[in-house]
């Protein structure tokens, strides 16, 4: 059945000029037949097409994000030692809830970058065959890990050259969309240490290989400048995080950087709901080191992409637009942060021809929102349609952020006092400015 959406503004892709005045998407199936101006396409539309018109609103190419845990419960502080506890259906039943509290955020295609098993590839499966709806899913698979290291007891283990290959094959074997690795510690998995490195080059460079050999990108969660760099020596695809850890706060490292920049690597900060100035509690850093140190990969003209790393406690699915407020504090501007979320991402997971854009043929991954999200980055905030695959999603309303002053200070200081880091706020702060 044909499909023609209306709105009163229409971004086909992130480069070209908004078509300001009555835009309509032409869906058939589940693809995009064409995109342009209602004048210039009504009298071409079959007959029966169904018009849905979404009034003042502006129509975009869903959104992108590249770094969630479905498995996780973002309602309480979980260790990663505590998720998969439940059995495999009930773990499932919690992921397609999440799956659809994602849609609500207007986010047609996400990677899942970590979960027990290959509980990810399951639920995956499930979406493409339509026996749940859902959104797009890149699986990861359980992360490769050192014994003890971030997320060790999802089942990634793996030690020296060898290990790493062979875990890497198996991830391959289960037919994941991407391989994930633990370079550093990660403060959710208490004793793993964030700030230091845990796999050498030699190592992290058997799984790239490998995983390249099959067409399979990579990405490593890496928090500590170390493993950073280690990470861009042995040719990764994708760094998360990214946040320049050190003993005690943040350091940023210019060289690292600009060999991030030279090989094209691509950034997922994963700014999200702790990000935001009130109620902060991500651990990593004082606010104001966590903006510059964004700001000035920005600046150095790094490949970034949205990710979230919702999942987490206190960042529920829906609220992906609260990462996109801080990306616009940390001077990114809304046509910036709109190519990282739709086909910036698109490139760096691979789906360049499928989606990120409203082309005849690619995937019918459509969103639209009040407002205009190329003047005010508030506009993410307030979505109003969705459609993943040709099919629409019904949206939920986005709950209003509660006041989680304590609870937030509470998960700061029992993450940084975890991994072994300064957990007083006013220390940090000033070792930060020593």
Known sequence: MVIAIRSARLLVESTRDLISHNGVVVVDGESVVTAGVWDDIALSLPKGTEIIDLGDTTVMPGLFDCHVHLAMDPSKLSATA??????????????????????DAGVTTIRDLGSPGTISTVLRERVQEWRVFGPRILCANAPITVPGGHAHTWGGVAVGVDGCRAEAQKRINEGVDVIK???????????????????????????????????????????GVEGIRRAVEAGFDCIEHCSW??????????????????????????????????????????RQHVLENLSRLRQGGTRIIVGTDNGIALCPFERYADGLLVLAEAGFTCREIIAAATDIAAEACGLSNVTGKLLPGMAA???????????DVDAFSKPRFVMVRGRVHVLKPIPVRPDNALIAQQIWGELRAAADLPSDRYSLKLKSTA
């Open 181 to 223: 690795v633990m370079s550093t510690g990660g403060f959710l998995s208490p004793g793993s240490r964030p700030t230091e490195a845990r796999y050498s080059v030699e190592e992290l460079k058997a799984i790239v290989t490998e995983a390249h050999a099959h067409g399979i990108p990579v990405t490593t969660h890496a928090t």
């Open 82 to 103: 505590d998720i998969g506890v439940a059995s495999e259906e009930d773990l499932l039943i919690q992921m397609e809830r999440n799956a659809l509290k994602v849609l």
């Open 245 to 286: 850890g050190v003993e005690g706060g943040t350091t940023y490292d210019d060289l690292i950087a600009k060999r991030i920049v030279d090989s094209n690597i691509a950034v997922c900060p994963t700014m999200n709901t702790a990000c935001l100035e009130k109620d902060y509690f991500c651990p990593w850093d004082t």
């Open 365 to 375: 991954d459509i969103v639209a929102f009040e407002g205009n999200p190329l003047h």
